[in-house]
Nanobody, 125 residues
Framework: VQLQASGGGLVQSGGSLRLSCAAS????????MGWFRQGPGKEREFVAA????????YYADSVKGRFTISRDNAKNTVYLEMNSLKPEDTAVYYC???????????????????WGQGTLVTVSS
């Protein structure tokens, strides 16, 4: 299984970025997908998740209204559209896959069985 995250970069405060995560080696439609991030000197935190069928989405309070998660099951890809970026959004962003009916919630990192390598997002003030 491989999860390949891309789309990170340097952006000014108030700007936008779109992250992508391409999955291979798994039946994508059987997995809910999540985005987590780890900022400098911080623990990993939940950002957003989307159910296996795309009908349910979940967001951390800190990004609600600014970030949008979506998926394209035909392309085995999940996206994270990030708008109104703030310096505190600076982090390495990781995508992860959580198998259907695996229990727990999308907010829990340990419930995800597969992780990508991360893509760095830097927001300058």
């Amino acid at each position: 299984v491989q999860l390949q995250a891309s789309g990170g970069g340097l952006v000014q405060s108030g700007g936008s970025l779109r992250l992508s995560c391409a999955a291979s080696g798994l039946t994508f439609s059987n997995y809910g997908m999540g985005w987590f991030r780890q900022g400098p000197g911080k623990e990993r935190e939940f950002v957003a998740a989307i159910g296996w069928a795309g009908g349910s989405t979940y967001y951390a309070d800190s990004v609600k209204g600014r970030f949008t998660i979506s998926r394209d099951n035909a392309k085995n890809t999940v996206y994270l559209e990030m708008n109104s970026l703030k310096p505190e959004d600076t982090a390495v962003y990781y995508c992860a896959a959580k198998r259907r009916f695996s229990g727990g919630t999308y907010y829990e990192g340990p419930r995800y069985g597969y992780w990508g390598q991360g893509t760095l997002v830097t927001v300058s003030s």
